[in-house]
């Protein structure tokens, strides 16, 4: 029997040594497909029970989302792990298939926790969204990210539709944001990661991290996240070889005037994620350093994630515990935000010169970053937004039954209703669209609204049975 135990563990080991990546077998040129993921993930599922394959609801494309969730203790079922006081962590993949980094540092992640050769915290799951735009994943071509450096072919941006799927959260036009929200819901995630690649300006950093707008989480948890888990995360970095700074969200080619946090509206992930006051991150690495960097980077900031929210996840889930009761009771809520150009941070910032150079194909100037000039500097970082605008919460908002669309979102968000037992009469403060302007061209499916105004009076309405009403002392408040 001790023979058998012995061959069995033999096997296992020598399969998951020969399950490398198509990235690591292409010495960092290339990036698996969508099957290629898929089939990896199976392969590791079928030989090791700390992980579990599941398939999920639809996308665009006509292929379900699939999710796989990893425990040391072999447990798959999210509401236990919050019982058993586990940092929930998501990640997602993928959302912008020509930006396939997390894909590749996902895999290998996994397969290196399966081998032990990474421990993952007693105190913290993963689940992990492999491919989250399947439609653009298998749109594949070579030239959709002009100047990138690598892989040698990758996914298309838009999805099935060819919508963005990241200004489709909130919204969700697609089937994919819909089962994005399913997964969410199901998992409840204290933190999100959404990997990304960026372009634009060039600089010396692999890695940067856009983090939730601060305030957006409350007080206790924002704060937190601010001046302990977030620093954390920098240091644990920098102790891996890489220099992380906050998303380089600049306006012209002089970071010296400084640059904002980003402002992460719930059509993003990270917004969407901060209503239900998930900590969210967005890592992005820069599209024109070597594929092999940035998979790399995307590795080391995955693992010291995993490992800061294992050193705090006492005090991360009680600070989280604390903003979700807050929005239960609190009565305002901010629905704008604008940046305090009074108060910021300051960081090092490492770029290159910027010049101007005659264009080959034009003749006409064109700006290019000079890697002969690098150089370092101290820049300022407006990381406070203030609020602007304010809702006053009702007790309760009614839906009538026939906006069946904006019901079905509702439940997806776990939106907690009642339905009226019969028709019934209420004097009500009812809101009316009084005038608005459209833009002519639609966006994302969409023509964009402008200069609405909004009149409110109290009403006698009749409502009919089956009606909605939805009252706010729920965690979906800032949701609603």
């Known amino acids: 029997m001790k023979y058998f135990i012995y061959l069995s563990l033999l096997f296992v080991s020598i399969h998951l040594h020969a399950q490398q990546t198509i990235f690591e077998k292409s010495n960092g040129k290339e990036t698996a497909t969508y099957f290629e993921v898929v089939q990896f993930y199976k392969t590791l599922s079928r030989v090791s029970h700390k992980i579990k394959f599941l398939t999920k609801g639809p996308t665009d494309a006509g292929y379900p989302l699939n999710l796989i969730l990893i425990s040391t ?35 290998m992640l996994v397969r290196d926790i399966i081998e032990n050769k990474i421990i993952l915290p007693g105190n913290v799951a993963l689940a992990i969204i492999p491919v989250y735009n399947i439609g653009g994943a298998l749109n594949r071509n070579s030239f959709s990210r002009a100047n990138q450096n690598g892989p040698e ?34 998992l409840n995630p204290d933190i999100l990661i959404d990997n990304h690649v960026s372009d634009g300006a060039d600089y010396q950093h692999v890695m940067t991290l856009i983090t939730t707008q601060y305030n957006k989480l409350g007080k206790e948890l924002g704060d937190w996240v601010k001046k302990s888990f977030e620093p954390d995360l920098f240091t644990g970095m920098h102790d891996k070889g890489w220099y992380l700074v906050p998303y380089v969200n600049v306006d012209d080619t002089d970071p010296s005037k400084g640059f904002t946090q980003f402002y992460d509206s719930p059509r993003y992930s990270s917004g969407y994620a901060a209503l239900f006051s998930t900590i969210s991150f967005m890592p992005e690495t820069h599209m024109l350093k070597p594929y092999k960097q940035r998979v790399q980077s995307t590795y080391d900031l995955t693992l010291t994630m995993i490992q800061q929210a294992g050193l705090n996840a006492k005090e991360l889930l009680e600070k989280r515990k604390t903003a979700i009761e807050n929005t239960i009771h609190q009565n305002q809520f901010a629905i704008s935000w604008k940046v305090d150009t009074t108060q910021y941070s300051n960081i090092t910032f490492k770029g290159y010169e910027a010049g101007y150079k005659k264009s080959d194909a034009t003749g006409l100037p064109v700006l290019y970053y000079d890697h002969n000039k690098p150089f370092t500097k101290h820049v300022n970082f407006y990381d406070v937004y203030n609020a602007e605008n304010f809702i006053e919460k009702p007790f309760a908002y009614i839906i009538p039954q026939g906006w069946w669309n904006v019901i079905d979102l509702l439940k997806l968000n776990h939106v907690k209703m009642e339905r009226l037992k019969r028709d019934t009469i209420m004097e009500v403060s009812a809101y009316h669209i ?32 089956g009606d909605y009403i939805i009252k706010l002392n729920q965690l979906a408040n800032r949701y609603l």
């Open 73 to 107: 203790d072999k447990k798959f079922v999210p509401s236990e792990w919050h019982r058993q006081h586990k940092v929930v962590i998501l990640i997602n993949n993928g959302i912008h298939p020509g930006e396939p980094d997390g894909i590749d540092a996902s895999m």
């Open 434 to 465: 009084d005038n608005y302007k459209s833009f002519p061209k639609p966006y994302e499916k969409h023509h964009k609204n402008y200069d609405v105004s909004v009149s409110k009076k109290d009403e006698k309405i009749k409502f009919l049975k």
């Open 153 to 186: 072919s990758y996914g298309f941006r838009g999805n099935a539709q060819n919508l963005d799927l990241n200004r489709d959260f909130i919204k969700s036009d697609s089937k994919n944001a819909q089962s994005f929200t399913e997964i969410f819901q199901y």
